[in-house]
């Protein structure tokens, strides 16, 4: 198993560009889920999913986008990227109802 | 809405001794508590999840407790290696429950030989 995987592992947006974070998991996990890191701040979640068709938004969602057409993919997308939205992003998913989640690698973004 | 604290401060520890990380939440009762570990340039990976009817667990080197009354968990890693040194980060359910976690900033762990 490839476990969860993220593309591209690094990017440089200038502001106002689009682009498409992509994540993929090959463990049947219902929960998907997309997260960003910014230094001294933690994890924060931005968008999740608990099955094909169905994503809701976290705790900081402006900005992104996403969709979930199958189990095993969960893309995130920015519109017209900004500075503030520079930070590494990570790609989680679970089973429903089992609590551990599995990180992929992350995505480094800078946005000039 | 809850919030979650960790030493912001970086733990700097001698190899073989016992390091003890803390994680402080405040505004709710979570039914579990969880404890990643994260390298740098990767992403975290779980240890372990604590449920709240429970006091303490353990696997191999690391033990984790949950006090509810004092609303935090503590996390040890005994005969620490220099393997150890990496971020640890604490995660908490949200009030509505789920699969959703809230997590904190996470403590640096440095484990000198």
């Known amino acids: 198993n490839a476990g969860v995987t993220q593309t591209p592992k690094f990017q440089v947006l200038k502001t106002g560009q689009s682009m498409t974070l992509q994540c993929a998991q090959d463990m049947n996990h219902e929960y998907m889920s997309w997260y960003r890191q910014d230094p001294g701040m933690g994890l924060r979640l931005i968008h999740y999913s608990v099955g094909a068709g169905i994503t809701d938004q976290g705790e900081v969602p402006n900005g992104y986008n996403v969709s979930r057409s199958t189990t095993e993919d969960f893309p995130l997308r920015l519109l017209s990227a900004a500075p503030s939205q520079t930070s590494v992003y990570f790609c989680a998913s679970s089973y429903l109802g089992q609590y551990e989640q599995y990180f992929g690698p992350g995505t480094r973004l800078t946005v000039t | 809405s809850q919030k979650i604290e960790q030493n912001s401060e970086a733990l700097n520890i001698q190899e073989g001794k016992t390091a003890t990380l803390t994680c402080n939440y405040t505004?709710?009762?979570?039914?579990?508590l969880q404890w990643y570990r994260q390298d740098p340039g990767r992403g975290p990976v779980f240890l372990l999840l604590?449920?709240?009817?429970?006091k303490e667990k353990r696997k191999e080197r690391l033990k984790v407790t949950f006090d509810t009354t004092l609303k935090q968990s503590l996390f040890h890693i005994t005969a620490s290696q220099p393997a150890d040194s990496a971020t640890y980060l604490c995660a908490l359910p949200p009030l509505r429950g789920g699969n959703k976690l809230v997590f904190g900033a996470g403590t640096i762990l440095r484990v000198k030989s």
């Open positions: 505004n709710y009762s979570p039914a579990y």
């Open positions: 604590i449920r709240e009817n429970e």
